[in-house]
């Protein structure tokens, strides 16, 4: 059974600070996602990792994904207060047409 | 991007009833849809993969008599709790892949009086 694994679970900072948000995953696989979520409202798709090494960058985020150790990192630069949502990191067991195995979500909140 | 709409957006409906929901591709054909349920404060779980003209392959611990999945044609696949319980109340969201990541749709919030 596919297992993922964020930490922290919850994350409050200040505006300006760095963070790193991360995701680990029990079996093997060739894409991870990453999926921003506000209160009330559904998932907005922020990235999908597609190989080992991979790295994308959107803004004040930066994700990566090394498949080797089953490790996925979303980094924010810079927290603005906008940034303030869940993040959830996913995982398709079996390639891209497969549905996802999500992991807890982080919390984010960041300060003023 | 790709447009994944649903239909209602919110269902209050009493115990006992059945509840259809709809979820659209817009702008693409899906020939795989997926049904994932949210419960507040919690993150998705995966119920059922929805395929175009064949039966819904469900996920282990999902009732397929109670959660009843219809993918007709390439952009429409439907979701109907049937004798819906209190404990039903939930997010669902459904999701297709036009490309190469899952888009989602905006979720049906249920509750079940």
């Known amino acids: 059974e596919l297992k993922v694994e964020q930490n922290p679970l919850f994350l409050s900072m200040q505006e300006g600070k760095n963070y790193t948000i991360y995701c680990n995953y029990s079996?093997?696989?060739?894409?991870l996602y990453w999926y921003r979520q506000d209160p009330g409202k559904s998932l907005e798709s922020l990235f999908v990792?597609?190989?080992?090494?991979a790295v994308k960058q959107e803004g004040r985020l930066m994700a990566s994904l090394d498949t080797k150790a089953r490790l996925s990192t979303l980094h924010i630069t810079a927290a603005v207060h906008d940034l303030s949502a869940t993040y959830f990191c996913?995982?398709?067991?079996?390639?891209?047409?497969?549905?996802?195995?999500f992991g807890k979500g982080t919390h984010l909140i960041i300060q003023p | 991007g790709a447009v994944v709409s649903q239909h209602p957006s919110w269902v209050i409906c009493k115990s006992g009833t059945s509840v259809k929901i709809e979820c659209r591709s817009l702008?693409?054909?899906?020939?795989?849809m997926f049904w994932y349920r949210q419960f507040p404060k919690q993150s998705l779980m995966l119920m059922a993969t929805?395929?175009?003209?064949?039966?819904?392959?469900?996920e282990q611990g999902v009732e397929k008599d109670k959660f009843l999945i219809n993918h007709a044609s390439l952009t429409l696949s439907t979701l109907t709790v049937t004798s819906a319980h209190p404990e039903d109340s939930s997010f669902y969201i459904c999701?297709?892949?036009?490309?190469?990541?899952?888009?989602f749709g905006p979720g049906t919030r249920l509750l079940v009086l």
């Open positions: 702008d693409f054909q899906a020939t795989t």
């Open positions: 929805s395929n175009e003209g064949s039966k819904a392959t469900y």
């Open positions: 999701s297709a892949i036009p490309v190469e990541t899952q888009y």
């Open positions: 990792l597609l190989s080992n090494g």
């Open positions: 079996t093997t696989s060739d894409r």
């Open positions: 996913a995982v398709a067991p079996g390639g891209g047409a497969d549905g996802l195995t």
